[in-house]
């Protein structure tokens, strides 16, 4: 009964509030001198300094028009989409004041990072006010996302130092990249422009981290070969949040006359201590997770392009409760394995009409587990651990297929597709989902966009069977289901590129975790309706351009994103889909200091909706709003031919926050490291 009366309600928080903070109003605290010798630099040497030929190569320049992006199902350049997609490229990447990529992502127009273990140990990522369930994950174009829950989706076998680019596709994209492509898209692309090139990296931090990287990017015949290697470790900056993580990673590309072949092999494993990860009652948890990774793509053709694919993705995971000191009712730790196997193929044409696409996928996703799915007949004995079994399962199976047409006519650009999709769970129909980008290029510069997009989700293992001390799986939730309209102006030239958009989703069945008081347990249930208003900009300058002459600020980058959820007026606290990002801020601004000296600096102020029961001494002591935060991350760097040093500080301010319940974030931390790039001839 309790079920079928929660499902006709909306679901939202019991109060919103919010307190009005400065940025200066922190500026009391402590700051070490080092800090203080940079900021004085900055603002105190004299116009001339600045105005020299640097030796060190400090350029942001990069051309974002002739960059092919994954934005549809066939090539698309950057200039050409219809769309909101940001690209953040290998220059940014590598002087960004950031240890990993979901640190680098925490600055992106409308993402929202939530992290509940630095460094990339774990943490969620959604777009546009969605769940960290409702964002797709590719890794080179390849779809790595986890179906036992999203909080897996970034165990990448690459580290940041090894990444070139990312690409960020705001919005719906089911047309595109299939089923749960819910509220954007993020591919991560790796190995570019290393060709004859070898990359070391070490960095020392407090905490005891030690990261270490190694990567070389070589050529025999016509293959490339991209190989890369990294160990991160550190004890903590609270009580139980040590962790160790490794990365293993190749990626090779084969050119040829009849085509070019694409090979990714990936491995990583993390073991980390998980303190309040889940539920803040029991802080001594732990986890440990492997991941293993292989795909292979193949494209061919002058005319008609074909590119199929195969891959495979295999997760497991340990979960315990109790690190050590198990309470007496604790009789095993929570096991789990899934294997996802995947094939596709795409294939493109140009003609006076335009170009034209279709293509297939097929995706196979399963789950052995001591808690997720249904009973098995016969256990099956879980590898590497002694003594333990397999006691359920499940399995399911994605069938879609793909078409698309892109027509460029003069100053228009329309591209109009639509996924047709089968779920083998719950004996599903076939889906249609659509969607159409429509833009017109004013001007040379300026171009104005429209588009209407359709998606959906299934649930994870995790929504619809998990069972444990707080929470309780519900295995009848329905998939999730937007509809999502949105249009804007960009303006786009050598000195400045800007965008301002707005966008309305309209998302039903939205699967959430809620529950009406704290002493409840967490129960996932589909929302019966979630609608969503939001407002982006972004400004990319480059003063030099501007200005006609040379300044010591190289780079300058603004984004803003307002959204706002109706979620109607019912009592039930949400856990994770209505606890979006209201307010998001973000300044990055890159300059140089002297001669080789230069610094990059960061700074994001975040403004959440929602609440969580705060946790005290052992008990919940009532609701707790959200507050407001300002992030500063500063990195000062010297460089003198292959060699560069640097000091990095991630929360310069030394803030206090909260972005995902009772988890506190680590305040300032300062990172030392070194890089050192050798290239052959």
């Known amino acids: 009964m309790y079920k079928q009366s929660l499902g006709d309600k909306m679901l939202t928080f019991r109060r919103w509030a919010g307190k009005n903070y400065s940025l200066f109003q922190t500026l009391n605290r402590q700051v070490k001198i080092t800090v203080l010798l940079v900021i004085y630099l900055t ?79 774990q943490a969620d990522i959604s777009v546009r006010g969605g769940s960290f369930d409702q964002t797709l994950i590719l890794l080179n174009g390849i779809n790595i996302s986890d179906p036992q829950t999203g909080h897996h989706n970034f165990n990448l076998p690459v580290s940041l130092k090894s990444i070139s680019r990312v690409e960020i596709l705001q919005g719906p994209a089911a047309r595109v990249y299939g089923p749960n492509a819910f509220s954007g898209a993020i591919n991560i692309i790796t190995g570019e422009n290393t060709n004859k090139e070898m990359n070391l990296d070490l960095a020392y931090g407090e905490h005891n981290l030690l990261d270490v990287n190694a990567s070389y990017g070589f050529q025999t015949g016509n293959f490339q070969h991209f190989v890369a290697g990294n160990r991160k470790s550190s004890d903590g900056y609270i009580d139980n949040t040590d962790f160790e993580t490794h990365n293993l990673f190749y990626h090779g590309q084969l050119e040829s006359d009849p085509g070019k072949l694409d090979v990714q092999l990936g491995y990583t494993e993390k073991g980390f201590g998980a303190n309040s990860f889940y539920t803040p009652k029991y802080p001594n948890q732990y986890e440990k997770t492997k991941t293993t990774f292989a795909s292979v793509q193949y494209e061919t053709g002058k005319k008609l392009h074909f590119k199929p694919a195969l891959y495979w993705r295999r997760h497991q995971d340990r979960f315990e409760l109790f690190r050590d000191n198990p309470a007496s009712w604790y009789t095993t730790h929570n096991y789990h394995l899934t294997d996802v196997l995947g094939a596709s193929i795409n294939t493109w044409f140009s003609s006076a009409l335009g170009k034209t696409s279709f293509g297939a996928e097929f995706r196979s996703e399963n789950i052995w587990s001591n808690v997720l799915g249904e009973e098995m007949d016969e256990p099956i004995k879980v590898p590497g651990e002694s003594d333990q079994y397999f006691t359920r399962s499940h399995s399911r199976s994605h069938v879609s297929y793909f078409a698309e047409h892109s027509l460029y006519l003069n100053k228009w650009s329309i591209s109009l597709g639509a996924m047709f999709n089968w779920i083998s769970d719950l004996d599903f129909d076939w889906k249609v989902y659509p969607g159409i980008d429509i ?94 208003f939001g407002i982006e900009s972004g400004f990319d300058i480059s003063p030099e351009k501007v200005l006609g002459q040379p300044i010591f600020i190289k780079k300058v980058k603004l984004n803003y994103s307002y959204i706002k959820l109706d979620k109607g007026n019912q009592e039930y606290f949400s856990n994770y889909v209505l606890d979006n990002l209201k307010h998001k801020f973000d300044v990055s601004m890159h300059h140089s200091i002297w001669k080789n000296l230069a610094a990059n600096w ?29 992030l500063v991350n500063l990195k000062l760097y010297w460089k003198h031919k292959n060699l560069e040093l640097y000091s990095s500080v991630s929360n310069l301010l030394d803030k206090n926050y909260n972005d995902i319940g009772n988890l506190q974030q680590p305040g300032r931390w300062f990172t030392f490291g070194l890089h050192y790039k050798l290239k052959f001839k």
């Open 602 to 630: 960061q700074v994001s102020y975040q403004d959440r909706n929602g609440s969580y029961m705060q946790f005290e001494d052992g008990d919940y002591t009532g609701e707790v709003a959200y507050d407001p935060f300002w």
């Open 439 to 532: 833009a017109y290029q004013i001007s040379n510069d300026l171009k104005i966009y429209s588009s209407v997009n359709t998606s959906m989700r299934m649930p994870t293992f995790t929504d619809l069977y998990y069972n444990g001390p707080s929470n309780i799986g519900n295995p009848d939730l329905k998939p999730e289901k937007s509809l999502t309209v949105e249009g804007g102006i960009k303006y786009n030239n050598k000195a400045l590129k800007a965008h301002l958009n707005a966008f309305y989703r309209n998302g039903k069945d939205l699967i959430d975790w809620v529950r009406e008081d704290q002493e409840e347990k967490w129960k996932t249930q589909n929302l019966t309706e979630v609608n969503s």
């Open 43 to 121: 603002v105190t040497l004299p116009e001339n300094v600045f105005a020299q030929t640097l030796s060190t190569d400090v350029s942001m320049e990069y051309d974002l028009d002739e960059i092919k992006v994954s934005a549809q199902r066939s090539p698309v350049t950057y200039s050409q989409v219809a769309r909101i997609v940001s690209v953040i490229e290998r220059e940014e990447i590598e002087a960004a004041p950031v240890q990993s990529i979901q640190e680098l992502l925490e600055y992106a127009l409308s993402v929202d990072v939530r992290q509940r273990g630095v460094h990339g140990v």
